[in-house]
């Protein structure tokens, strides 16, 4: 039988990978076995927007919405849905939910799903959206007529990763938080480590310290596996010599092996090995040849299993 953890994890991966097509299947079989478990469903509805099935989508965040009425991140995805199928008319209700029960939200509340269709602009207490880059792109909330899109960058210091290590820091000194994300604005996923391994008992020992955090998040708590995230720069000099990959903001002119002076191309995810690591970047060997990256244009990274 299916582990639907296993499921939902590697699910989660091929999401944050852009193999929306493929995550489909694992989430859709978790989704089978635990129906009522709105984690899974929100990521399956991400896939299924982000591969351009909006009804699918749109059943997955009606699912959600329907057990759990105040939950504002569902009723936005809803009524993006429902926009990129031409209601327009029936998006307005969750649309207009969503800001009603977020009227002061943080700018970084939402992220923008994909690239968004054309713009279309509505009534009092709905939305519009822009068409910018995909996880770039954050939503504020306006108490007047309309809805607000800026863009903003992740601050390159992970802050509640901070906020983690400070609280581990006096409980469990051994343990090193390597990376905490949020996914999809309400699943908080926490990759740990110490040098004896990790079990599941310190999973939970972890889970229980954060477990106030459980109010804003659907909370996961697990060991970093093979393709272990590197996130400090301790992380890359430790493995200098390993290979890696690292997937950038903002496009970088590549050249390709065999190619021609001139026909760099330009590339957001580079693979090869580590060969250095001072305190501002990183240094890698990649096909097109060594490149160097700032940690602040690095939106992640991780080993790759060799």
């Given at each position: 039988m299916d582990n639907v953890y296993e499921?939902?994890?590697?699910?989660?991966?091929?999401?944050?990978?852009?193999?929306h097509q493929a995550a489909i299947v694992p989430l859709s079989r978790a989704r089978d076995l635990e129906p009522d478990k709105a984690s899974i469903?929100?990521?399956?509805?991400?896939?299924?927007?982000?591969?351009?099935?909006?009804?699918?989508a749109a059943a997955e965040f009606q699912a959600i919405a329907s057990t759990a009425p105040t939950n504002d991140y569902a009723l936005f995805c809803l009524g993006r849905a429902m926009q990129q199928l031409g209601r327009h008319h029936e998006a307005c209700k969750p649309l207009a939910l969503?800001?009603?029960?977020?009227?002061?939200?943080?700018?970084?509340?939402?992220?923008?799903?994909?690239?968004?269709?054309?713009?279309?602009?509505?009534?009092?207490?709905?939305?519009?959206?822009?068409?910018?880059?995909?996880?770039?792109?954050?939503?504020?909330?306006?108490?007047?007529?309309?809805?607000?899109?800026r863009t903003r960058l992740k601050d390159p210091?992970?802050?509640?990763?901070?906020?983690?290590?400070?609280?581990?820091?006096?409980?469990?000194?051994?343990?090193?938080?390597?990376?905490?994300?949020?996914?999809?604005?309400?699943?908080?996923?926490?990759?740990?480590?110490?040098?004896?391994?990790?079990?599941?008992?310190?999973c939970e020992r972890v889970t229980v310290l954060l477990n106030d955090m459980r109010e804003r998040y659907s909370l996961e708590v697990s060991s970093p596996g093979s393709e272990r995230p590197l996130t400090k720069p301790a992380h890359f000099r430790r493995f200098v010599g390993r290979k890696a990959r690292v997937r950038v903001r903002h496009p970088r002119p590549l050249r390709p092996a065999g190619a021609r002076e001139g026909e760099a191309r330009p590339v957001r995810s580079f693979t090869g090995e580590l060969v250095g690591a001072s305190e501002e970047e990183v240094t890698l060997a990649a096909d097109g040849g060594v490149i160097a990256i700032p940690y602040s244009e690095i939106r992640r990274s991780n080993l790759i299993e060799e």
């Open positions: 499921l939902y994890r590697r699910g989660c991966e091929l999401l944050e990978h852009g193999d469903r929100e990521a399956l509805g991400r896939a299924l927007f982000h591969a351009q099935r909006y009804e699918g969503a800001c009603s029960l977020r009227p002061g939200a943080p700018a970084d509340s939402f992220s923008l799903l994909v690239n968004a269709g054309p713009l279309r602009c509505y009534a009092r207490s709905t939305a519009f959206v822009s068409s910018l880059a995909r996880r770039q792109q954050f939503r504020e909330w306006a108490p007047a007529r309309s809805f607000c899109v210091m992970n802050t509640l990763q901070t906020e983690i290590e400070q609280r581990l820091a006096d409980t469990e000194p051994e343990i090193e938080v390597l990376l905490a994300e949020v996914l999809g604005g309400r699943s908080l996923r926490v990759f740990i480590d110490h040098p004896d391994g990790v079990d599941l008992a310190m």
